[in-house]
């Protein structure tokens, strides 16, 4: 009897500590696995009989426009967490069928495509509304793993060698909502006036401002995405250039200030598309390098950094090689996963295909570094 009771004491008080262990657990934040990525659709895999799964691919990272069911189910079977990308202040058919929401410059005048770019005014309420229906719509369809914000920036192309940098936006809402914000009086007549005043007089204020209106559209996506689905990931695509990189230009034209960014972004993507940028492949890992310890990111914290580099051969050839040493140099530094731009680009190739599943195979922990 005593022995009975002395063993089912001692069962007891197992069960009690393993429940007390599991309810520690619960109460840690879910700490993810390296994410070996891939950007596309996954289809050109799928059509060549490969599954991704079999590569040691763990995520899709899939423009929103191209998810479907089919496709949520296939990926779901081999395992996948799915990321769609949200394109959310580029919109040329929007702005043709919308000329209030074209982004104005300093002369007053509408702006021209920058490349193939053509961004939207951020402040146009109907524009916002838009986009925040279309994120909403997306969320309640698909049970994705998260969103990454695309495009959020200014009006500017900075993938290219010799980036396009304009001034904008002076249109009315840009203007009035920029006065009602900083209880600044814009001096002047026309529009190409008070542009010119801003930019001699308030300069400082004005690249702050744009930099807080960006960080409210990320902060609305995200309360969107809270609200739809609390446990999915909000990722940014950005440009990934160094705080004095063109004169600043990440900051003073594209608006994106990294520390505002900081406190309501899960995860930043920088996209460190080297042959594009007319970069050295040894690039990619010196800008990680830095964008983690400036962010003072460390690999098993929030936010994380999930780099996409470049897979696609354009300009030029991606020589498979050169893929390894660049999808490496996306996991150095304080980053915890990395994706490529794009799975049409890896998979019409049996040597990048071979790199793919030879990295990322090999990845079974976050790595310490490369
Ligand atoms: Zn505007």
Same mark, same amino acid.
């Given at each position: 009897?005593?022995?009975?009771?002395?063993?089912?004491?001692?069962?007891?008080?197992?069960?009690?500590?393993?429940?007390?262990? %599991?309810?520690?657990?619960?109460?840690?934040? @879910?700490? =993810? &696995?390296? +994410?070996?990525?891939?950007?596309?659709?996954?289809? $050109?895999?799928?059509?060549?009989?490969?599954?991704?799964?079999?590569?040691?691919?763990?995520?899709?990272?899939?423009?929103?426009?191209?998810?479907?069911?089919?496709?949520?189910?296939?990926?779901?079977?081999?395992?996948?967490?799915?990321?769609?990308?949200?394109?959310?202040?580029?919109?040329?058919?929007?702005?043709?069928?919308?000329?209030?929401?074209?982004?104005?410059?300093?002369?007053?005048?509408?702006?021209?495509?920058?490349?193939?770019?053509?961004?939207?005014?951020?402040?146009?309420?109907?524009?916002?509304?838009?986009?925040?229906?279309?994120?909403?719509?997306? %969320?309640?369809?698909?049970?994705?793993?998260? @969103?990454? =914000? &695309?495009? +959020?920036?200014?009006?500017?192309?900075?993938?290219? $060698?010799?980036?396009?940098?304009?001034?904008?936006?002076?249109?009315?809402?840009?203007?009035?909502?920029?006065?009602?914000?900083?209880?600044?009086?814009?001096?002047?007549?026309?529009?190409?006036?008070?542009?010119?005043?801003?930019?001699?007089?308030?300069?400082?204020?004005?690249?702050?401002?744009?930099?807080?209106?960006?960080?409210?559209?990320?902060?609305?996506?995200?309360?969107?995405?809270?609200?739809?689905?609390?446990?999915?990931?909000?990722?940014?695509?950005?440009?990934?250039?160094?705080?004095?990189?063109?004169?600043?230009?990440?900051?003073?034209?594209?608006? %994106?200030?990294?520390?505002?960014?900081?406190?309501?972004?899960?995860?930043?993507?920088?996209?460190?598309?080297?042959?594009?940028?007319?970069?050295?492949?040894?690039?990619?890992?010196?800008?990680?390098?830095?964008?983690?310890?400036?962010?003072?990111?460390?690999?098993?914290?929030?936010?994380?950094?999930?780099?996409?580099?470049?897979?696609?051969?354009?300009?030029?050839?991606?020589?498979?090689?050169?893929?390894?040493?660049?999808?490496?140099?996306?996991?150095?530094?304080?980053?915890?996963?990395?994706?490529?731009?794009?799975?049409?680009?890896?998979?019409?190739?049996?040597?990048?295909?071979?790199?793919?599943?030879?990295?990322?195979?090999?990845?079974?922990?976050?790595?310490?570094?490369?």
């Amino acid at each position: 009897m005593a022995k009975e009771f002395k063993f089912s004491l001692r069962y007891i008080l197992l069960i009690l500590v393993f429940g007390l262990e %599991l309810l520690s657990c619960a109460q840690k934040p @879910v700490e =993810l &696995d390296v +994410i070996k990525g891939v950007y596309g659709n996954p289809k $050109p895999f799928w059509e060549k009989g490969i599954n991704l799964s079999d590569l040691g691919v763990n995520a899709i990272f899939v423009h929103s426009g191209s998810i479907n069911r089919e496709m949520m189910k296939r990926a779901r079977a081999e395992g996948l967490k799915v990321f769609a990308e949200f394109a959310t202040l580029n919109g040329k058919n929007y702005i043709v069928k919308h000329p209030e929401a074209w982004a104005i410059n300093e002369k007053g005048r509408k702006v021209e495509a920058a490349g193939w770019f053509m961004g939207v005014c951020p402040t146009e309420p109907g524009f916002r509304k838009y986009r925040a229906d279309q994120l909403k719509s997306l %969320l309640q369809k698909y049970d994705l793993d998260g @969103v990454w =914000l &695309d495009y +959020i920036h200014w009006h500017a192309q900075f993938e290219e $060698p010799e980036p396009i940098l304009p001034e904008t936006c002076f249109c009315d809402h840009c203007l009035k909502k920029f006065s009602d914000d900083t209880g600044i009086e814009i001096q002047g007549g026309t529009i190409s006036e008070k542009a010119q005043w801003i930019l001699n007089n308030k300069d400082n204020s004005w690249r702050s401002w744009r930099s807080r209106v960006i960080v409210d559209w990320v902060v609305e996506m995200k309360n969107i995405l809270r609200e739809i689905r609390p446990d999915a990931l909000l990722g940014l695509y950005h440009c990934p250039w160094t705080d004095e990189e063109f004169d600043s230009a990440r900051y003073r034209i594209l608006g %994106l200030n990294y520390d505002l960014l900081k406190e309501n972004v899960d995860v930043f993507s920088p996209m460190v598309y080297h042959a594009r940028m007319g970069r050295k492949p040894a690039w990619v890992k010196e800008n990680i390098e830095w964008f983690c310890e400036r962010m003072e990111i460390q690999k098993k914290s929030y936010p994380k950094v999930w780099p996409i580099v470049q897979a696609h051969n354009s300009p030029g050839v991606i020589p498979a090689e050169e893929f390894e040493m660049v999808l490496k140099g996306g996991l150095s530094g304080g980053s915890s996963g990395v994706m490529m731009f794009t799975t049409y680009a890896v998979a019409e190739d049996d040597a990048k295909t071979e790199v793919l599943k030879k990295v990322y195979i090999g990845l079974r922990e976050i790595p310490a570094d490369y």
